[in-house]
């Protein structure tokens, strides 16, 4: 079956503006995550979401960031302004439940803010 | 909170040979463990996992992983190593007390397999 889908695959923005990055989970999943990988700083987790509850926000770095998951399952992260230490490879993860089950991660979206 | 620990930055192994990529963990009660690979420009692949049971984990690939509680590791391991193999190797925790439900990744490990 279908992996998790992220689109772009790149995305090349200028500093001040604002991007939007997408995330298909794999059907089924309850379960999505955004996680951030840079040089320097690894893999780093930064939201999730879990059916129809409250996210889980704790690992957004600023107020310029944020996400939202439409109808439990597509998934937009947003960063507004973008700077340049924003440039890193976003990664969506989907998973069944939370607990046991395995997360699965898309091919991510390669962000450069120049 | 949760940690993971990955000493090595690359391990460099002979094709045919055993390898082991180390890992160990810091969270409060219980663990459940994974192993994901990436090859460049590739999302993560799912390996291994955990959770509880047997120490010793099969997985994809013929790759192993032993859960040592006492010790805090889970590192990764193959009987013979293919070139194919060389690619970077995650470990992640996710704990069942604290740390919500993200995973916490170690810094990778570049694994290296040689002719």
């Known amino acids: 079956g279908a992996g998790v889908s992220q689109s772009p695959s790149n995305k090349v923005t200028e500093k001040g503006k604002d991007v939007e990055l997408r995330c298909d989970p794999i059907?089924?999943?309850?379960?999505l995550y955004w996680y951030r990988q840079s040089l320097g700083q690894g893999l780093e987790f930064l939201i999730y979401f879990q059916g129809n509850s409250a996210p889980d926000k704790s690992g957004l770095p600023s107020d310029r960031f944020s996400a939202e998951r439409t109808g439990g399952s597509v998934s937009t992260l947003t960063i507004q302004r973008t700077q340049q230490e924003d440039s890193a490879v976003y990664l969506c993860a989907s998973s069944f439940r939370t607990s046991q089950e395995t997360q699965y991660f898309g091919p991510g979206t390669r962000l450069l803010v120049l | 909170a949760q940690s993971v620990a990955q000493p090595e930055d690359q391990v460099n192994v002979a094709e045919g040979n055993p390898l082991t990529v180390k890992c160990t963990y810091s969270v409060s009660g219980n663990p459940y463990l994974f192993w994901y690979v990436q090859y460049p420009n590739r999302g993560l692949q799912f390996l291994l996992k955990y959770i509880t049971g047997d120490n010793l984990v099969k997985g994809s690939y013929g790759f192993e992983a032993e859960f040592n509680k006492s010790q805090t590791s889970f590192h990764l391991k193959k009987p013979s190593a293919l070139v194919s193999d060389s690619a970077l190797y995650f470990c992640?925790?996710?704990?069942?007390?604290?740390?919500?439900?993200?995973?916490?990744f170690g810094t990778g490990t570049q694994l290296k397999v040689e002719l």
């Open positions: 992640a925790v996710r704990g069942l007390t604290g740390g919500g439900n993200k995973l916490t």
């Open positions: 059907s089924g999943h309850t379960a």
